[in-house]
């Protein structure tokens, strides 16, 4: 064990770099392409599906990746998809804005596909007496990357080529650490991994991971509405949202180390039940200063389930069925990002806007009631040994 180490040791960098340079170049174009559509007068609805776009192509690539990406290769896939994401980015540069709708759903396919392969890579580099923190530390560093790249906005300005320029930068660097992966993709070239044959296996582990993305999608598009409604300032409510997200970083390597010496099973739960208690919190506390610590908790309970199925997924699968179960995670993202807001904005013209923190609060005890009746498992037992 000690001799292969290293060689986990070093993938589990390389693989995060490489994700990590491709992130900040997510960050800057989910901020960018917004702000230059409403410049040139698009209407809501158009920039809105625009954004969707995005989350279409993870949606649509997830049934077809297990068997692409075990047969044509892993680490091979890699050079393509960095390749697509760098020239399709390239494309949206110089085209058209019409153009920019097919563009986008190529770019959110290979997105996709490379999160896939990274989440992949590091689940099987990981061991299951340090999965759990390795995933906090991965599920940290998305974090940090993908809001990185909104910050490179106020520096390079919306005009120009510079701020797309520095985001084909980015995925260009991304082949570097790329190049010192060593995976043995025969591993991955079983028969047995299929998206379908995973959601079957594993439901509540899906439905974990959705109640983070779609808690995460409601969270970003309506927090600063809902703080300004309740009295806040944009300033402050925008603030107030950053240092929430600010918790996701902070928090995510304690609860992968809970997972890992307490309970898989107690994480979970736990920060299920305090997502609940902390969202519906919102409703009395938005104008405290206890909200700004709280806000933090929130966020990092929240995505405590995420870190939980990362871990559980790789403690219970492997091979070409965990290609499969990243790809079915990939596309949970896609659908929080189609489904979350649109069921919060219903919400909210129905019943006002402290129908946001109920909506949050509503996703997590969906979740409690299903891992209460699966007895608290996230995959079948039946399913796999």
């Known amino acids: 064990m000690s001799d292969r180490q290293p060689s986990r040791t070093g993938n589990l960098v390389a693989a995060f770099a490489t994700v990590g340079a491709c992130d900040i170049a997510f960050g800057l174009t989910l901020q960018l392409m917004p702000l230059l559509l409403e410049r040139e007068g698009w209407p809501a609805w158009a920039i809105g599906l625009n954004v969707a776009m995005g989350p279409i192509g993870i949606l649509m690539a997830g049934p077809f990746l297990p068997r692409l990406l075990s047969g044509f290769g892993t680490k091979r896939a890699s050079y393509v998809l960095i390749a697509v994401l760098m020239l399709s980015l390239l494309a949206i540069s110089v085209a058209p804005f019409w153009m920019w709708f097919p563009l986008r759903f190529i770019f959110g396919l290979a997105t996709s596909a490379l999160f896939t392969v990274s989440e992949t890579w590091v689940l099987t580099f990981a061991t299951r007496e340090n999965r759990g923190r390795i995933m906090g530390l991965y599920t940290s560093m998305l974090s940090v990357t993908f809001a990185a790249g909104p910050l490179i906005l106020p520096w390079t300005g919306l005009d120009g080529f510079l701020p797309w320029g520095i985001g084909i930068a980015c995925i260009v660097v991304s082949v570097l650490p790329l190049a010192f992966v060593t995976i043995n993709d025969e591993d991955f070239r079983d028969e047995g ?32 509405i809902y703080g300004m409604r309740s009295g806040l300032s944009l300033e402050t409510a925008s603030l107030m949202l950053g240092f929430g997200i600010i918790g996701n970083v902070l928090m995510f390597y304690p609860l992968g180390w809970l997972a890992d010496h307490w309970s898989r099973r107690g994480v979970m739960l736990a920060s299920a039940s305090v997502t609940v208690v902390l969202s519906l919190s919102l409703l009395v506390i938005i104008n405290h200063w206890i909200a700004w610590p709280l806000m933090m908790l929130l966020t990092g309970s929240a995505f405590g389930v995420y870190v939980v199925a990362l871990a559980t997924m790789g403690d219970r699968f492997s091979g070409a069925d965990l290609i499969a179960g990243a790809a079915a995670i990939a596309a949970m993202w896609g659908l929080g990002g189609l489904l979350g807001p649109p069921i919060a904005g219903l919400a909210i013209d129905m019943f006002g806007i402290g129908a946001m923190p109920v909506t949050l609060a509503a996703f997590y005890v969906l979740l409690l009631v299903g891992l209460v009746a699966s007895g608290g498992r996230l995959v079948r037992e039946a399913a796999v040994g």
């Open 193 to 224: 991994g299929s998206f379908f044959g995973f959601v079957r296996k594993a439901p509540m582990l899906l439905f974990a991971v959705a109640a983070a993305t779609l808690f995460d999608n409601v969270l970003i598009s309506f927090f600063t």
